[in-house]
């Protein structure tokens, strides 16, 4: 099955600054790509996805690259804010989304 | 509508008892997943219905386990002799079937604390 490796597990950044998380995953057949964010006490939220046959996905402070050959993606977050300071979730699916396999998640800390 | 809707938000129980949770999701969606969650982790596939139809299950999701979504809208799922390992937050997530979205939309889940 699909294997999804995430890093790094905390990250701290200050505010203004840029954060980037990276995933690795397994199995070639993935073509779908979410990125959720989870706050204290809530479910994950989606806050971008990217299909296998797109390279780079921007929306607003955020966006996403994927790489197929070398199997990894990366979410870009710009300008950063306190805000969105929040545990962040790469998933992989092949593209059904029937099943997201998740990573492991990252804490970003945005100081202020 | 305002999104997935999850009851109860909480629950405690003794082990061995059986607890069942509520999924309401999004009422046009037409899929419904259930996600378990530990500390620290990110959510599990447990189990997926189309419609009213369970068309996938995790190895994870052991005969303790039922869903069960009757009608095609809310789903339920029950854990029976509940376990400590069973403490968690489950998810609930809804999709529509479209090709051009693939998103779920998750619930705020209920997390379970078996003592």
């Known amino acids: 099955g699909e294997n999804v490796e995430q890093h790094p597990s905390t990250l701290s950044v200050q505010e203004g600054d840029s954060a980037v998380i990276k995933c690795t995953y397994s199995?070639?057949?993935?073509?779908?790509f979410p990125w959720y964010k989870q706050e204290l006490g809530k479910g994950p939220q989606l806050i971008i996805d990217i299909r296998s046959n797109v390279g780079e996905k921007k929306d607003q402070r955020i966006a996403v690259t994927l790489n197929k050959t070398a199997k990894h993606f990366s979410l870009h977050i710009t300008e950063t804010q306190p805000e969105d300071s929040a545990v962040y979730f790469c998933a992989a699916s092949q593209g059904s989304a029937r099943q997201l396999t998740f990573g492991s998640g990252t804490q970003l800390t945005v100081l202020p | 509508d305002t999104g997935v809707s999850q009851d109860p938000r909480h629950k405690i129980t003794k082990r061995g008892q059986n607890v069942t949770f509520r999924c309401d999701p999004i009422?046009?969606?037409?899929?419904l997943y259930w996600y378990r969650q530990t500390l620290g982790q990110g959510p599990e596939f447990l189990t997926y219905?189309?419609?009213?139809?369970?068309?996938?299950k995790s190895r994870l999701l052991s005969d303790r386990f039922s869903a069960e979504r009757p009608k095609g809208s809310f789903s339920t799922l029950e854990i029976q002799r509940t376990e400590q390992g069973d403490s968690a937050m489950y998810l609930c997530?809804?999709?529509?079937?479209?090709?051009?979205?693939?998103?779920?939309?998750f619930g705020s889940g209920t997390r379970l604390t078996v003592v």
């Open positions: 219905f189309q419609n009213e139809a369970q068309l996938e």
């Open positions: 199995d070639s057949a993935s073509n779908y």
């Open positions: 009422s046009e969606h037409n899929r």
């Open positions: 997530a809804s999709s529509p079937i479209d090709r051009s979205n693939y998103g779920y939309t």
